[in-house]
């Protein structure tokens, strides 16, 4: 106990009068605009025929579609049928409770509507989501470890961290595992792929981030303690959101499988899409 780690972070970032503003809303908030900054620069390092409009409307789609998937995700899977007595509760951001599962889905509901909007394939925006989902997950990790929730198992390792909420003895920082591994990790990977874009078909990204998403999910969930009000699904062992992993790794897989054999290169907004022929579109501006 004398060399554990005590977490005692303010959730509050800061208020003025009754305005709050917690590290969790600032996570968010930099996701989107790392976001937003990401798909620029690799929409003009593909030379693809997109516009820093057409980057806002794509942010603002997934964004909406993040924040709607993530908290409906949430109250399904995770509110053990609380929410389907107490409906009104779903709209109860500020208590917390949003899923990642959830919360992709939606994104790729969001990346439809933009699709539709643009012209511009679908697939091809999903590969620029699953580029900048990296930097989402490792912000949005580092403020759970702020708030002190989602921990892991009590632990005898250096590094385990005593939370206000897990008791007196020290738990592996799960947070900071998955921020490590579905954060900086695979946004290494995915980063590192981009650059290759000239050899990688559409919709390689999204399927690269779903198998080493729902990797880094399945194994880092045997050291995280579920949600208190489901426990453990499986035989004491298994968690829901080890359940909710393997249907992603299995889609990522498929997605691969259709990308060898249906082989499409990134597109930016097809011939016509914005009343014109395209040709003079400008790649929006951004570092090379």
């Keep these: 106990m004398l060399n554990s780690i005590y977490q005692s972070l303010n959730p509050v970032a800061f208020s003025i009068g009754p305005f709050v503003v917690r590290w ?13 900054l990401l798909i620029v620069r ?3 390092s593909w030379k693809l025929a997109i516009t820093s409009d057409d980057v806002l409307t794509i942010v603002l789609c997934a964004a909406f579609g993040v924040l709607i998937g993530a908290r409906l995700g949430y109250c399904l899977f995770y509110g053990d049928g609380y929410y389907f007595s107490h409906p009104l509760e779903i709209f109860a951001l500020s208590e917390g409770g949003m ?3 959830g919360g992709l889905a939606g994104c790729l509901v969001g990346g439809c509507v933009a699709s539709r909007l643009l012209g511009i394939p679908f697939l091809t925006l999903a590969d620029f989501g699953a580029i900048v989902a990296p ?12 708030n002190g929730e989602l921990w892991g198992k009590v632990t005898s390792m250096p590094w385990g961290v005593v939370f206000p909420t897990g008791g007196s003895l020290p738990r592996h920082p799960t947070q900071l595992y998955e921020a490590a591994l579905e954060g900086l990790v695979l946004f290494a990977i995915l980063f590192v792929l981009a650059r290759r874009k000239p050899t990688l078909p559409r919709g390689s990204f999204l399927g690269t981030f779903l198998v080493f998403y729902g990797i880094f999910r399945f194994l880092i969930e045997f050291v995280r303690v579920p949600d208190a009000q489901l ?9 829901m959101g080890q359940i909710l992993s393997l249907p992603v790794i299995v889609a990522g897989l498929i997605v691969l499988l259709w990308v060898r054999t ?10 016509g899409s914005d009343g014109g022929d395209g040709s003079d579109d400008q790649p929006a501006p951004g570092a090379d």
């Excluded at 490792?138 to 470890?145: H, T, V």
């Excluded at 426990?231 to 968690?239: A, D, M, Q, S």
């Design 135 to 146: 930097v989402g997950l490792f912000f949005g990790r580092i403020a759970n470890f702020i």
């Design 42 to 44: 690799i929409s003009r």
């Design 24 to 36: 969790y809303g600032l996570a968010y908030l930099a996701a989107f605009v790392c976001g937003y």
């Design 99 to 101: 899923s990642f599962h």
């Design 262 to 271: 249906h082989p499409r290169p990134q597109q930016g907004k097809a011939l």
């Design 231 to 239: 426990g453990y699904i499986i035989g004491g062992v298994i968690t």
